[in-house]
């Protein structure tokens, strides 16, 4: 597994190289609020098809960084690249239309809504938006086609949670484990090129955690990438093949889970012996 350092190779090939095993770069990223510098001068990148750990004490500047990679805030300086693209300081429904997804550590499901409603949701761009097609009769026609695929879709995908039994279920009503499960389900159906899970496993039971950790790998195993910002340092140094360290609003270390475990700096600024 490759580090920033490794990816920044000089020259359009060097970039064009990095672009393609590297969807997500930022780059020297600075962020501070009030006169608290919060995240400075972070660098780093992810490798495509992986599960890539991104740890760090409370006020390491984890939860920033998401932020500013996908448009929450807007950094001081440095850059955000994704599939190549300089994406820095678009608004958070740009990033996502490019296909980087990301989840929140309190889930943001409508609560009065059913499971079935809330996927629906993440459609964008429906025809039946537009009240002139609800009442044409050959655009009614395709609307009435559109949602029948699209009910398909939130199915198949419910069932691939298994929590096709909790569709009618006011989303209110969730453990907070079904809700993690429901949070990851939603943003799959925005066909994300990468998803980013900002503590998927805070509030989850065992079971659930298990089947949550099952699902990411299937998806990885089909191609998606991901950037997981998780507490538990079990789920990270046995799950994840690449771990960014960040400590202070800067990257600390990188490398596989051995690698931080074994790192001397590491263990003195975060992991107190633990692992």
């Known amino acids: 597994m490759t580090t920033m350092s490794d990816v920044e190779v000089s020259g359009a090939d060097g970039a064009a190289e990095s672009e393609a095993t590297h969807p997500l770069r930022i780059s020297n990223l600075t962020k501070t609020f009030g006169g608290i510098l919060a995240v400075d001068g972070a660098s780093f990148a992810v490798e495509r098809g992986s599960i890539t750990g991104l740890i760090g004490p409370n006020g390491a500047g984890k939860s920033t960084t998401f932020n500013l990679i996908t448009g929450v805030h807007a950094p001081d300086s440095g850059h955000v690249y994704f599939e190549g693209e300089d994406i820095t300081g678009l608004q958070p429904h740009q990033v996502a239309e490019r ?3 990301r989840t929140f550590q309190i889930t943001r499901e409508l609560g009065e809504m059913t499971v079935l409603e809330n996927m629906l949701l993440a459609f964008k761009g429906q025809r039946g938006e537009a009240l002139w097609r609800s009442v044409l009769p050959v ?13 398909e879709r939130v199915w198949e995908t419910l069932e691939l949670f298994e929590i096709d039994h909790l569709a009618h279920e ?3 009503n969730l453990s907070g484990g079904q ?5 990851l389900s939603r943003a ?5 090129e990468m998803l980013l899970l900002d503590e998927p496993m805070a509030g989850v039971n065992p079971t659930l955690e298990g089947k949550l950790l099952e699902r990411i790998h299937d998806l990885t195993d089909e191609g998606y990438t991901f950037l997981i910002v998780e507490h538990d340092m079990d789920v990270i140094m046995e799950n994840c093949e690449h771990v960014i360290v960040m400590h202070q609003g800067s990257v600390l270390a990188e490398g596989t889970p051995a690698d931080i475990q074994s790192n001397e700096r590491v263990i003195e600024a975060y992991l107190g012996g633990e692992v």
Do not use: F, N, Q, S
């Not at 809700?179 to 949070?183: A, D, I, P």
């Open 139 to 151: 655009a009614r026609r395709r609307v009435v086609e559109e949602e029948r695929d699209l009910l």
């Open 170 to 172: 006011e989303a209110g």
């Open 99 to 101: 296909g980087l997804v």
């Open 179 to 183: 809700r993690k499960l429901l949070e």
């Open 188 to 192: 799959l159906l925005t066909d994300p």
